[in-house]
């Protein structure tokens, strides 16, 4: 037999070996193949739906999420009232009235029935899923913003979230144009166009009742200061912010630092458990360590860090740690 030939005839029988070898032993690991298909199939399912993944390229909730974030993170607290959820607890209600000392509050119940015949009882934003991905800008307030040129990266986002005045005309290219949600309280009310969703931070029973008279009578013009009788708002887009929310953010994630929480991270939090994805600008000193605000010609003029009632430091400290582990980001300007 010739050389060629034996050589052809060793590598078909190799060749038979090596498929013998390779059926056996996917007929062993596979001698079902339907039920690997659809343990593998459930077991993927219970990982994606388990936590309430989103379509995002990074979500605010992961299978292998942070030890630290989730302790803190509660997603079975809503962060907006609405009348199923407005019942407080006696230890809520006390600490929330303590807040700005109401002495001799309102019914509340009754106030809080009054509120929703003027505004929306709707529950929003609990559409979380592997189909969503919200994307969302909070804009604070900062100096920082100035010549940062972040307009178009905020208008670009689903939410443009602002808070108290927080001008845009004049600051587009720094600032954005676009508003979706304004979070205010009544000592801080603009008026809104009628596209803007405004959300009321209310630190007692007399600034729910104003919120009524805003948008009804006009007949409360004092809290604790001077408030605007009337505000130009679409009462079918006004949201109120949740006072056990409040409390969970002040006990939860400031661990009792300050007398309350500000403006500002009552904002960030609240768009942390209804985004996908946070995005946060104008937060923080400028370059020069200055805290003012972008509107004001004197950077000295604002110094809003310290007002008494926030521990600025502590909550600007938790902030950073929530941009180091990845579930924000944080744009710092200029």
């Keep these: 037999m010739s050389l060629p030939r034996r050589r052809r005839i060793r590598t078909f029988f190799l060749l038979l070996c090596i498929i013998t070898f390779t059926t056996f032993l996917f007929s062993y690991t596979f001698r079902d193949p339907s039920l690997y298909f659809f ?13 309430g993944l989103c379509a995002c390229r990074q979500c605010m909730t992961e299978l292998e999420d942070d030890a630290w974030f989730v302790e803190r993170f509660n997603q ?43 505004i929306p009882d709707e529950v ?35 939410f443009i979230i602002r808070m108290n005045q927080a001008p845009t005309n004049g600051f587009e290219e720094d ?29 007692k029973t007399l600034d729910l009742q104003w919120m009524i008279s805003a948008l009804t009578t006009g007949t ?26 409040f409390k969970y953010v002040y006990e ?21 458990h209804i985004c ?20 004001e010609k004197n950077h000295l003029a604002g110094a809003f860090r310290f007002t008494g009632v926030h521990d600025g430091s502590y909550e600007y400290n938790v902030t950073l740690l929530l941009a180091d582990k990845h579930k924000i980001r944080m744009f710092k300007g200029r």
Excluded at 39 to 51: E, T, V
Excluded at 153 to 158: E, K, V, W, Y
Excluded at 276 to 295: I, K, P, R, S, T
């Design 252 to 272: 939860s994630w400031l661990e009792g630092h300050g007398r309350y929480p500000s403006t500002g991270f009552l904002t960030l939090l609240f768009a942390i």
């Design 39 to 51: 343990k593998y199939a459930f077991r993927l399912s219970d990982n994606f739906f388990s936590k």
């Design 276 to 295: 996908d994805e946070v995005n946060l600008f104008g937060f923080g000193a400028d370059q020069y360590g200055n805290w003012h605000h972008y509107w």
């Design 76 to 118: 079975s607290i809503h962060p907006l009232m609405t009348r199923e959820n407005s019942v407080l607890s006696d230890e809520t209600f006390k600490w929330w009235q303590w807040l700005q000392s109401e002495k001799k509050p309102a019914n509340y119940s009754g106030v809080v029935e009054e509120l929703f015949q003027v």
């Design 124 to 158: 929003r934003y609990m559409d979380t899923g592997p189909d969503r991905c919200r994307t969302c800008a909070v804009v604070g307030n900062s100096g920082n913003l100035k010549g940062s040129q972040y307009g178009g990266l905020i208008d670009s986002s689903d």
């Design 175 to 203: 600032v954005g144009a676009r508003t979706t949600h304004h979070i205010m309280y009544p000592e801080s009310a603009i008026d809104l166009d009628n596209t803007t969703i405004l959300v009321l931070i209310p630190f």
């Design 220 to 245: 409360i013009k004092h809290t604790y200061l001077p408030v605007p009788a009337r505000i130009k708002a679409n009462k079918d887009k006004v949201l109120i912010y949740n006072p056990t929310f």
